[in-house]
């Protein structure tokens, strides 16, 4: 039986770019069903995040005039993250995959071939992955690549040039759906859910109309959002930069003692400079242990399933 796909496209103030790109995602589902990849019940799901301008009268309109098309809106403006998780957790239970991708024309839409290809071949999850970055300026370029570099090294697992262009099955959404947190980062959490998953390159182009909504602050904001809720990593460096300023201090304590008792100070120099280096060390090592505790709490809080089961011998 061939899959069901639903394209997951979020929306926010589109309508320049709307009535471009729906007809192409059209098209392209309509091709994969003549090809016999998909099933011709496959449907094109836009999320609408609260948008200000017409896009969700667009979204109806399409809905009205075609029944690929479908559309739900949210009460508010949420963020792409949130907008793309509504239209995943619609979808799971109305689909076999899903694809997310932008409105803008940005994400190859030809990639979905190969993307669907992987999942004949039993892959649940496939990342796009850019293979190119020659239509950013050197600016996004350099500020996207240091993003991943740095969220690696705060230890959030991310698939590297990644963005949120990638099937999902609605196998891996369903315990997807297990992970309650509301601090989402996509790109760090479908990795935690596991399994079978590969890559599919494509190229990245311009925006077919409208402009950004990822200005450089939502950038930094997203960065800081995918460390701090997928790592407590900056928790625990407290701790290290806690021991190595009471092992500086420590030294710093022997410094003074020994001028003091060369006789080079004034008076009271040394035990001033004692208490202040003791204290620093052991206030950073207390609030390194506490931040050890907060970070399980945090842990604790997000309620995430402790194992996800792929395979058994058995059916259930
Ligand atoms: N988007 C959204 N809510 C927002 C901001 C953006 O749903 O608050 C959608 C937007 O309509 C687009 C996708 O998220 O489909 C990516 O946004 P954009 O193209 O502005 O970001 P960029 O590609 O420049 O990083
Ligand atoms: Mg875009």
Redesign the pocket.
């Known amino acids: 039986m061939t899959p069901k796909l639903f394209l997951i496209?979020?929306?926010?103030n589109?309508e320049a770019v709307l009535p471009v790109t729906a007809p192409l995602f059209l098209k392209k589902i309509t091709d994969l069903a003549r090809e016999g990849k998909i099933s011709p019940d496959s449907r094109i799901l836009f999320?609408n995040?609260g948008s200000r301008d017409a896009t969700w009268d667009i979204i109806r309109k399409l809905a009205a005039e075609d029944e690929h098309f479908l559309g739900i809106s949210q009460s508010r403006?949420r963020?792409?993250q949130n907008?793309v998780l509504a239209g995943l957790m619609e979808a799971k239970d109305l689909c076999d995959i899903t694809v997310s991708l932008?409105?803008?024309g940005?994400d190859d839409i030809n990639a979905i071939d190969a993307m669907v290809e992987a999942y004949l071949d039993g892959y649940e999850v496939v990342y796009g992955v850019r293979s190119s970055r020659d239509t950013d300026s050197f600016f996004k370029r350099f500020t996207a690549q240091s993003f991943y570099k740095f969220l690696a090294a705060m230890g959030a697992e991310v698939v590297y040039n990644h963005a949120d262009y990638r099937l999902i099955s609605s196998r891996v959404l369903q315990e997807f759906a297990g992970f309650e947190e509301v601090n989402l980062y996509l790109r760090g959490l479908i990795p935690l859910v596991g399994f079978k998953s590969t890559t599919v390159e494509y190229a990245r182009s311009e925006?077919l109309a409208g402009s950004?909504?990822?200005p450089l602050k939502k950038m930094i904001g997203l960065a800081v959002d995918g460390v701090t809720s997928l790592s407590v990593k900056p928790l625990r460096l407290i701790m290290t930069f806690g021991i190595v300023v009471a092992l500086i201090s420590f030294i710093g304590c022997v410094w003074a003692l020994i001028t003091a008792l060369i006789g080079k100070t004034v008076a009271g120099w040394a035990s001033m400079t004692c208490i202040i280096c003791f204290v620093s060390g052991v206030q950073l090592i207390s609030l390194g242990i506490i931040g050890e505790y907060v970070g399980k709490i945090y842990m604790e809080t997000k309620h995430r399933p402790r194992y996800i089961i792929s395979e058994r011998t058995w059916k259930p």
């Open positions: 496209v979020p929306c926010y589109e999320v995040d403006n963020g792409h907008a932008d409105v803008d940005q925006r950004s909504h990822y």
